[in-house]
């Protein structure tokens, strides 16, 4: 049974940084296409989405640098490595959505009001190329969102830019067939509130992370319930359940046990770590066992075991 398991997958990262270069490079040509697309069609849409974008390639390569960075070996003074890293990196991707959500919202409500004539032919156009390249990027980048809070981060990034690109094409149909120029400014608006509620979901979880709130996919009560049911526990306090990165999560606890022989410890240890991962994803727990309960002045006969 293991004892401690983090979880590396070094094969698994090393893919999911090759499909977050590429994901980062066919967003950034994009970007450039719609800059231009959207300045020559007077389309707020168009450049909406490729401010979007240019947040997007930012967004991209610090969560690139981020999973390299986390891949780093712990050393003396970084004892859990650099984990947090792909934490820090997702927190960055949701507060630059929220705040290009505001900016979008800022362009689009005069000009819902006080619509411009907007050139629908090149606005389809480009809209189109961008729903190819961003479908480009969301199948490169799907199949590794389970991997980390960044990589999902990221995903939503291209998700976003999927949908305007979706959107601004049916609005630049539109706009052709029966000249509803206020269509540009109303689309913006509506990529805002996508951008805005995946920018929520990543911006949550990142600081449920970074101010260790019990994972959102445990209760505590329940694993409370499964080592108190270990045959040996007696007792259970101090029970603390934090993640370190979105997928390894660590506990630490006092347990109450009874009188019994250092070997026969170590294998409820090892029952309890190995149901800990099973049930929980918990890889990184660490028990201190004690023959009497801890009170103020300390635990003298404490035993403890990492």
Known sequence: MPSHDHDHNPAA???G????GIAAALTGGMMLAEFIGGWRANSLALISDAGHMLTDVGALLVSLWALNLARAPADARRTFGLQRAEILAALFNGATLLALSA???????PRLFHPEPVQSGIMMAVAFAGLCVNGAGFLLLRKHSGESLNLRGALLHVVGDLFSSLAVLVGGLFVWWKGWNWLDPLLSLLIAVVI????????REAL?????????????????????????VLGLHHLHIWSLSSRRHA???????????????????????????D?????????Q???????????PDSEERK
Do not use: N, W
């Open 103 to 109: 900016y979008i919202v800022y362009e689009a409500v």
């Open 279 to 287: 049930q929980f994803s918990i890889g990184h727990a660490t028990f």
């Open 13 to 15: 990262e090393r893919t």
């Open 289 to 299: 066992l004690e023959h009497k309960r801890c009170d103020e002045s300390g635990c």
């Open 251 to 277: 506990l630490s606890a006092h347990l109450l046990v009874d009188d019994r022989p250092l070997s026969e410890s170590d294998s409820l240890l090892a029952q309890l770590r190995y149901r800990l991962k």
């Open 196 to 203: 805005l509620q995946g920018a929520f979901r990543v911006t």
């Open 17 to 20: 940084s090759r499909a977050l």
């Open 208 to 232: 449920g992370i970074l101010l260790e709130f019990v994972p959102a996919h445990m209760k505590v009560t329940d694993v409370e319930r499964m080592i108190l049911d270990q045959p040996g």
